[in-house]
């Protein structure tokens, strides 16, 4: 491959023209394994951000592209549609929360959250009321776009950059109390005191269910998540719980506000939703919030994206929802669950480790200090594995096909990397 080219002219994920990184040139993948370019294997603990849940090239998925390519790759949705949607949304609906019941197909998780935001808003103009401020948690992360920027965590630099053009919401304290950790009633009073203070114009509030990802990769009580639905209840906002990391199984739970028992009145969906294949995610309402959208002075929802549903996205969420259907996934992110439980802990001995915690096949190692991510990756690939840690978090989010061999190579290469902590950290 031609790595000057790429390092010279291609833009990757957050990266500088001044300075850039090289990349790792991936000719193929096969289950947990991604291929180099040089023969050499590395396991997979980051799913291709969340995404790649069943494993990279597998047979089911392969067959239901082929199958829909050689009818058609997309045709437009406007007036149009076919059976890929169709089959798509109602085995999604029969999966999430049973209050939700109709869908809006969107190209990315980012798009979601922009649709989830701009129902929010249509929804309350149709009543009548001037509401146009969300209230989310800091640490939250919502995605790049501008709206979902504005509900990202507000300490990090998108903010200041943007400062003045992105429109200003209400950010309560992020959950203290930790998943596995004993409740602690006033981990609420930052939310409920900024609800009580701001409800007249506040639209809705947006959250991550449980699991902050990747403003902190945090683990939360899941009675944060009871009190704020009834706090929303009884001030009558809507509650958009953005399940695009945490959806399809990764915590344990097919979604994660099952953890807390309670219904969003939207949700976001994406990443995971075809197994890693291509870009598609979703906006799922209420019959009660969607009708009432559309009972308003637009008297539509006003989004339609171009490839919106796109018939070859739509066959390979179907069958990667069927595999889910399978119900490994319960058995598979227990099991990963129960082997982070065993590994991670002992991490905790040396004193370059803050914090380790974990909750289904997510886990995470909090350093005191930043990575040196060109460095770490380096050690990363030469102990066979990829792992791309941000900041101070070192994480893993494998397939959830991953083994105990698997887990076991990811751990130890972290452990490693903490021992040669004196080149890998940032001082
Ligand atoms: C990744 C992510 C997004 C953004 O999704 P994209 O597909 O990258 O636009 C939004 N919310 C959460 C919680 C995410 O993890």
Same mark, same amino acid.
């Given at each position: 491959m031609n790595l000057d080219f790429d390092l010279n002219h291609i833009w990757h994920p957050y990266t500088s023209t001044l300075s850039p990184l090289p990349c790792y040139p991936i000719v193929s993948a096969q289950g947990v394994y991604l291929k180099l370019e040089n023969g050499k294997t590395l396991v997979d603990g980051m799913s291709s951000w969340?995404?790649?849940? !069943?494993?990279?090239? !597998?047979?089911?998925?392969?067959q239901a592209a082929h199958e829909q390519i050689d009818k058609m790759s997309h045709v437009m949705f406007g007036g149009i549609t076919h059976q890929p949607a169709i089959e798509l949304c109602e085995r999604l609906?029969?999966? &999430?929360?049973?209050?939700?019941?109709k869908v809006f197909l969107a190209d990315s998780g980012s798009v979601s959250v922009e649709v989830a935001l701009k129902m929010a808003l249509q929804y309350w103009q149709a009543k009548g009321e001037n509401r146009s401020q969300f209230l989310t948690l800091k640490h939250g992360y919502h995605g790049d776009t501008f709206a979902a920027?504005?509900?990202?965590d507000p300490d990090n630099s998108m903010h200041k950059l943007y400062k003045g053009f992105l429109p200003e919401h209400h950010f309560a304290d992020s959950p203290q109390t930790g998943f596995w950790q004993t409740w602690q009633p006033s981990d609420i009073d930052s939310f409920a005191a900024k609800l009580d203070m701001h409800q007249s114009e506040i639209a809705a509030v947006i959250l991550e269910p449980i699991v902050q990802g990747a403003g902190g990769m945090r683990?939360? !009580?899941? %009675?944060?998540?009871?009190?704020?639905?009834?706090?929303?209840?009884?001030?009558?906002v809507l509650l958009i719980v953005d399940e695009i990391a945490t959806g399809? #199984?990764?915590? #344990?739970?097919?979604f994660a506000c099952e953890h807390a028992n309670i219904q969003p009145d939207i949700m976001c969906v994406g990443k995971a939703l075809t197994g890693g294949y291509m870009t598609l995610a979703a906006t799922l309402t209420t019959k009660h919030v969607a009708d009432t959208v559309c009972s308003g002075e637009a008297g539509c929802f006003m989004h339609g994206p171009t490839f919106m549903a796109n018939p070859l996205a739509c066959a390979v969420a179907n069958q990667s929802l069927a595999l889910l259907q399978t119900n490994q996934w319960q058995q598979q992110t227990r099991q990963i669950e129960t082997w982070f439980a065993q590994l991670l802990p002992k991490l905790n001995?040396? %004193?370059?480790?803050?914090?380790?915690?974990?909750?289904?096949?997510?886990?995470?190692i909090e350093l005191h200090k930043p990575v040196d991510i060109a460095l770490i990756q380096q050690h990363f690939v030469?102990?066979? &594995?990829?792992?791309?840690?941000?900041?101070?978090?070192?994480?893993?989010m494998p397939p959830f096909i991953s083994n105990r061999k698997h887990i076991t190579q990811l751990v130890n290469a972290i452990e490693s990397a903490?021992?040669?902590?004196?080149?890998?950290l940032v001082h």
């Amino acid at each position: 491959m031609n790595l000057d080219f790429d390092l010279n002219h291609i833009w990757h994920p957050y990266t500088s023209t001044l300075s850039p990184l090289p990349c790792y040139p991936i000719v193929s993948a096969q289950g947990v394994y991604l291929k180099l370019e040089n023969g050499k294997t590395l396991v997979d603990g980051m799913s291709s951000w969340w995404a790649a849940i !069943h494993g990279y090239n !597998h047979p089911l998925l392969n067959q239901a592209a082929h199958e829909q390519i050689d009818k058609m790759s997309h045709v437009m949705f406007g007036g149009i549609t076919h059976q890929p949607a169709i089959e798509l949304c109602e085995r999604l609906l029969s999966l &999430v929360p049973n209050n939700l019941s109709k869908v809006f197909l969107a190209d990315s998780g980012s798009v979601s959250v922009e649709v989830a935001l701009k129902m929010a808003l249509q929804y309350w103009q149709a009543k009548g009321e001037n509401r146009s401020q969300f209230l989310t948690l800091k640490h939250g992360y919502h995605g790049d776009t501008f709206a979902a920027m504005s509900v990202t965590d507000p300490d990090n630099s998108m903010h200041k950059l943007y400062k003045g053009f992105l429109p200003e919401h209400h950010f309560a304290d992020s959950p203290q109390t930790g998943f596995w950790q004993t409740w602690q009633p006033s981990d609420i009073d930052s939310f409920a005191a900024k609800l009580d203070m701001h409800q007249s114009e506040i639209a809705a509030v947006i959250l991550e269910p449980i699991v902050q990802g990747a403003g902190g990769m945090r683990i939360y !009580h899941p %009675e944060y998540l009871r009190q704020v639905r009834k706090l929303c209840d009884r001030y009558n906002v809507l509650l958009i719980v953005d399940e695009i990391a945490t959806g399809f #199984g990764r915590t #344990g739970k097919l979604f994660a506000c099952e953890h807390a028992n309670i219904q969003p009145d939207i949700m976001c969906v994406g990443k995971a939703l075809t197994g890693g294949y291509m870009t598609l995610a979703a906006t799922l309402t209420t019959k009660h919030v969607a009708d009432t959208v559309c009972s308003g002075e637009a008297g539509c929802f006003m989004h339609g994206p171009t490839f919106m549903a796109n018939p070859l996205a739509c066959a390979v969420a179907n069958q990667s929802l069927a595999l889910l259907q399978t119900n490994q996934w319960q058995q598979q992110t227990r099991q990963i669950e129960t082997w982070f439980a065993q590994l991670l802990p002992k991490l905790n001995q040396y %004193e370059e480790v803050k914090d380790t915690r974990w909750l289904g096949a997510i886990g995470v190692i909090e350093l005191h200090k930043p990575v040196d991510i060109a460095l770490i990756q380096q050690h990363f690939v030469a102990q066979g &594995v990829w792992i791309r840690p941000f900041g101070k978090l070192i994480y893993m989010m494998p397939p959830f096909i991953s083994n105990r061999k698997h887990i076991t190579q990811l751990v130890n290469a972290i452990e490693s990397a903490i021992i040669q902590s004196d080149n890998l950290l940032v001082h």
